[in-house]
């Protein structure tokens, strides 16, 4: 074994080092100078539609509770007591008056503020309350979207989507005129790093080999508009911040630019029936089923979420070789007579594809259990990620882009891992 | 039959074992198991009614099936190209899928009539893939459609322990 150089000389612009998927004490060094250093996708608004509601989840391997204040301000805490550590609490979702500890009961506010001790006359003359709220992390929102960081100097979050934010205002239009909301989340683990899964949002050149399966069970016309291998429409920028987009379907980007010609699928004509039955006109009837299959991009957001067609795909990092992943179902949020029936038909197509039983994440998974395990086989050789650099221009606002299949939005992500690896 | 009602109650209480209409059911249920360790799905599908639903939920107390989302919620067409995926070997989850071995047991009947027999049973699913033994728990629902011509499931639910947490993708079913 030849010892491994420093991480970021472990990152090439055409290749990186395959102990990046291997190596315990670099995935150590990722969750201090990565997942605890930036910002982190903690929840959608939807999550915690009011005062008191909350959800808990993890930044990095730390565990926290979101919540929703009774001023409506986002916050999020450390799911951590401040006595002897007991986490607060074990539900993933719920509403809330505030937190009590189960161990000794000390409570606390939805805003983290410690509000009471029981038996509290031990402590006189030893601490103050005020001393001990939980520890909070700088927490913002774009578009729906929270985001939280351990490092309260941080660039505010708008500074950190840059280029990106836009795109989050495109994705959001999949609502069809409502709000957006989650409807429910798939999870599974797979035996494999976490960056396996990351550079796969913005992978197009595997798609006709692993959902080959999937690609068979659908009807013509959602082939058809998957159909972006030989598309030279069909591209990949690169947003800035190690953040990329992926344009499967562009002409389904900007779902409000529609004039009318694109016949709407057959599957959906019961659908379009029903709506019409609700009383939507044909334009708002359009707006909904066009935009069933989501924005037909792939908007993967360094470190840890992705939007992606009609879902938000969520990582987290368990062990260098294990990485939970959530594929959270979005739709729109309004009069239960249209989006009940527009609901039901995304959740299928949700499941169609995605989820452990899905047609297609399972043999994602197999594919990146196949990358951890070959990586073991000499971790020296390299991890090409140099498809399509010849071709790669810059276009739109300056944006690195290349053909949809090649290896933009992976070379992205490594040159700000590479640069986020360097800080010491 | 896709009314799957799955409440706790027991309709009919031990000794149920003798009535001939429970074993027909509880041997249909034991044949499923077996086709589905042995990866016959082909087979396996055949045992379900035209109308049958095959559900693996996530939340575990639901029975808003159609307006939650699901692991699993195959009606005919999605039951057929489901095993179609499966065998065909062009799903590489589906060729290196995991060895199981499952049993199903612990039967109590919520409704039991000529024509059909409601079942609960637990199943206990040990799979083996690469090294690594996994275990699956679950409670299971069937509606075992009773005839003459050959009994059928008419409906089943898998309630796994871990439904709502991480499952595993996998390439076998449940
Ligand atoms: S650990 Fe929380 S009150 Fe003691
Ligand atoms: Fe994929």
């Known amino acids: 074994m030849t010892p491994t150089p420093p991480a970021p000389a472990l990152v090439e612009p055409d290749r990186v080092h395959g102990s990046l998927y291997t190596d315990p004490e670099i995935f150590e060094q990722e969750l201090t100078k990565i997942f605890e250093s930036t910002w982190v996708w903690v929840a959608h608004d939807s999550e915690l539609p009011k005062p008191g509601t909350f959800k808990s989840t993890y930044v990095g391997r730390q565990p926290v509770i979101v919540t929703r204040d009774r001023k409506g301000t986002v916050r999020t805490l450390l799911n951590r007591c401040r006595h002897r550590g007991a986490s607060l609490c074990e539900k993933p979702r719920g509403e809330a008056n505030g937190f009590t500890c189960p161990y000794h009961a000390w409570s606390y506010g939805l805003d983290g503020r410690l509000r009471g001790i029981p038996y509290p006359d031990g402590y006189e003359g030893v601490m103050e309350k005020s001393d001990l709220s939980l520890r909070a992390l700088r927490t913002e929102s774009y578009g729906g979207m929270i985001f939280a960081s351990y490092d309260p100097d941080i660039e505010p979050l708008v500074d950190f989507l840059g280029d990106v934010a836009p795109w989050i205002d495109l994705f959001t239009k999949q609502g069809g005129g409502y709000p957006i909301k989650v409807l429910g989340r798939h999870q599974f683990t797979f035996r494999g790093n976490w960056k396996i899964q990351l550079e796969n949002t913005t992978d197009g050149y595997h798609f006709p080999i692993v959902h080959r399966s999937w690609m068979a069970s659908v009807d013509a016309e959602t082939a058809d508009m998957m159909s972006f291998m030989t598309d030279p429409e069909c591209t990949t920028h690169s947003l800035g911040n190690g953040h990329s987009v992926m344009q499967m379907v562009p002409e389904h980007s900007d779902l409000d630019a529609d004039d009318g010609t694109e016949p709407l699928q057959a599957r959906f004509d019961g659908l379009v029936a029903e709506l019409g039955q609700a009383g939507l006109d044909d334009a708002a009837v359009r707006r909904l089923v066009r935009a069933m299959h989501g924005t037909g991009f792939n908007l993967n957001l360094f470190p840890n979420v992705s939007l992606s067609n009609s879902f938000f795909r969520v990582l987290r990092p368990i062990a260098v070789d294990r990485t939970l992943v959530e594929h959270i179902a979005i739709g729109p949020d309004g009069p239960p007579e249209i989006v009940g029936p527009v609901n039901r038909e995304r959740l299928r197509i949700h499941e169609h594809f995605q989820g452990p039983f899905g047609f297609g994440t399972p043999d994602d998974s197999e594919g990146w259990e196949r990358v951890q395990r070959g990586a073991q086989a000499e971790p020296a050789m390299p991890i090409m990620v140099n498809r399509g650099m010849a071709r790669e221009k810059a276009a739109g606002e300056g944006w690195p882009t290349s053909h949809v299949t090649d290896e933009t939005g992976m070379r992205a992500a490594y040159a700000k891992w590479k640069e986020m690896m360097g800080d010491d | ?174």
């Open chain 2, 1 to 174: 039959m896709t009314d799957l009602v799955t409440g706790p109650a027991l309709a009919t209480a031990p000794p149920f074992l003798a009535d001939p209409r429970v074993q027909r059911a509880i041997q249909l249920v034991w044949h499923e198991a077996a086709l589905l360790d042995a990866k016959d799905y082909e087979v396996w599908a055949e045992l379900y009614t035209d109308d049958a639903l095959y559900v693996v939920p996530i939340e575990r107390d639901t029975d808003d099936f159609a307006g939650s989302l699901n692991m699993i919620y195959d009606d005919k067409r999605m039951r057929q190209m489901r095993v179609a995926r499966i065998v065909e070997g062009y799903s590489l989850s589906a060729v290196d899928a995991a060895r199981t071995v499952r049993t199903v047991s612990r039967f109590t009947v919520t409704s039991v009539s000529d024509t059909e027999v409601r079942l609960r049973s637990a199943q206990v699913l040990v799979s083996f893939k690469r090294d690594e033994h996994a275990v699956l728990g679950a409670d299971l629902d069937h509606v075992v459609v009773l005839s003459d011509g050959g009994d059928r499931i008419g409906g089943k639910v898998i309630r796994l322990l871990n439904s709502d947490a991480s499952v595993n993708a996998s390439g076998y079913l449940l």
